[in-house]
């Protein structure tokens, strides 16, 4: 056995230690620690997660029996070319959040720190199992394990976060129990609880037709769509993205979300198979009007906030759509999933930015409206050069990462012959502007109503360990552009991408 | 440490009857917790219901004596040595297996820990000691939930387990 | 399993999840959610599930009681109409 | 009709009672204005899906998963012991939740000083209008 196949479960298990050794570390030598274990932590789960890539893109897929027990007894942990993208992708993004962390949450919360760091490192367990596992069940453990974490965490600042939370707490409980009954109903009929176990009774016994099968799917659906903020199911997204602290809004917009919009397709895709998904074709149409009514309404809702958190949560909401619409595309463009993988890495690139950015305004001068931005691209001019990046790719200015999106999923929506989501992206991209184009002009060119002060303004930046974040993010959200249109074998992006159609036999045009 | 003004009522101390009998009950309650805990894998019971049952000792104790009493035998300290122990011995033993047979076995596959030169009887008592680190973190952190659910302190950080 | 007894105390089970969610009182309440962890422990042993049933007792009767109650005693007990 | 009744009602009683406890537990989620009662709602709707899953193992005439080779011979048909071991890992899960969830209605309160939601957002829209203002 390759030392690579046993990293899957190792990414999970350091990190689970190293949650309980912050524990012990932090309350018995010294608060300063936990965030040094913290980032080594994450920093070796995210060389391995690489490592996971590069065996799943050269050799194959790693299948690894948890316990030596044989699927569909055991628990089967399987990595393919979706899992390994979306593991890199989140380990990526806590790592930088983890950095940006430090002096937030000492500047925030000092005398909670330990706590802090505990959950923030279940966090990132739950998130690395849910996508390594190869087993519904399993899956639905850790999709428990982050939620609680990331309830708490969302509760850390106190005051108004603990409704947010407290209302996410009673959806996402309702969510997961409908994802549970989901096992149920599947589990009634195949018996089995391995997901490519599952797809084979599900294929060899003739079951797509079964009602249980349909009623079983409907909570997969319903059940996900409360955790991944899916447009009628969203309500607890605003609260909760704009009420807690800034590393984890970035968290909660860029990998929460997208971890369960990962489950969201693994159970699709993996367990009922794109044969289910033809059989009952108006369910992708479904989706795609859904996403779209989503991307109108989070960016119309986005227009009607004064609040930057609440802004970037309501174009989540917004993002989510797109995403979906790449989903609901996938069967009838020669994309495939493309186009909702290549957004599920923008939006975190540039979600994560804008959060970490917002977060920035608050931490130094405690700046939550847009209106009292006034001047500030002079203050903090690393900072907001980033977010403004940042919001260039989302308006989706050519090479940025939003441009490589709007145009895969425009040429996608071509290719199925639906003009109308066109027409939809090109409304909610006049739209992205006009609610970022108020924010840079508020930052930039309302400086003289200021009047004199205006004049004697100071460089005050963050510190660099919360700048260099910002600035990471801001600028990979045009290389990574870049390197999405030019395809070099370094960074073999478009490789994965085929590599995952491959699998789920996507991408060719019916 | 134990704040004099709790608002819980219960720091009065009950009567005789209550605190005898809890005085009686609760070593037969953890040695039934053990029991439980350690006939886990062979009948109905295991590390979870044991744990419980353990931490529901500390709940009586706390009813019939009060929360201040109660919390002046309760260690902070000593409770989160425990449940990382819990968790250190569950992983633990899941690592060991890879490392003693040299990367060749699975995480948790326990046949491979060389306790006796039997490999199914190795797997039974790797699936007991991780029963045990189950039943000791599952205790700590449903005793610790609780005394920071009932006791107003200066700052609560609400926690929560999985095992 | 014995179809009467299943039958009466799966009623009953029904009764007391609805007297519980009605009442204003938050302790009798919560105490009616115990006898209803209970009685839920007492179906699953007659259906063969004694793991869940030992769990049920000790967990749902047990911990998740005395949460609430340690909860209650830090706020309201009775609630608004 | 009557072989319906029989057949869709009263031979799946347990599966009926677990919906119905389902709703139970779903509406005081959804529909009561105190935190405690949601969470007790929480509490029946794990409970109902437990349920679900308990009958779905259950055999009639069958014993406990508790069975040796002898017993087995002689011809005991035991349940289906998996869906046991889910519900366990399910009933950390909930453990573990309704923690959190007193955890925050404990510090809702003292922050507000209630317990009932409407109360809780009419405060919060009150802060929220004077911070407007300023």
Redesign the interface.
Known sequence: MLIVEHFPVLVVAISMFAAFTILIAGWLLNKKCCFFISFITILVQFILSIFILHHVLTVGTITYWLGGWAPPWGIEYVVDALNAYILVILLFLSLVCVMYSKRYEEHEIPNKIVSYYVLYQLLVTGLCGVTVTGDIFNMYVFIEIFSLAAYALIASHGKIALKASLTYLVMGAIGACFFLLGIGFLYSVTGSLNMYDISCILKTGDLYTSRVVQAAFTFFIIGMGIKMALFPLHTWLPDAHSFAPAEISAMLSGIIIEVSTYALIRVCLSVFTVDFLEMYFPITTLICWTAAMAMIYGSVLAIAQYNLKRMLAYSSVANMGYIMLGVGLCMSSSFGLTPALMHILNHALMKGCMFLAAGAFIYKFDLWEIEDFRGLGRKMPYTTLSFILAALAMIGMPPSVGFVTKLYLAVACFQAGQFVFVAVIFFSTLLILFYFWRVIEYMYIRVEEEGATAKEVKVDEIPWSMLIPVLVLGILCFVVGVLWLVNTPAFPLMDIMDAVNAEFGLGVVP | MPSKDTDTGTGKGGSIIVETVTRLMVPFIQLFALYVIIHGAGGPGGGFQGGVIFASSFVLYVIAFGIVKAGNRFSERANIVLFSTGVYIYAGVGLLCILFSYGAAQFLNYGYIPLTHHFEENRALGMDLVEIGIGITVMAVITSIFFNLVWKREEVGEREGED | ?IFEL??VL??L??II??V??TTRD?LS??ML?CA??FL?AV??VE??????????A???A???T???I???????RW??K | MIDWLIEELFAKYNYWISIVLMLIGFYAMIAKDNLIKKIIGLNIFQTAIFLFYISLGDITGGTEPIVSEEMIAQGYVYVNPLPHVLILTAIVVGVATTAVALALVILMYEEYGTIEESEIIELERESAGRSDTR
Do not use: N, P
């Not at chain 3, 259906?47 to 049920?56: C, I, N, P, Q």
């Open positions: 399993m299943d039958l799966l009623f089970v029904v999840a609805i519980a969610i938050l309440a919560i959610l209803y962890s839920m179906v699953w259906m063969h599930s004694v793991d869940v049933a030992f769990t049920e000790a967990v749902g047990g911990a998740t005395a949460f609430l340690a909860a209650l005693s830090r706020t309201k609630e608004k």
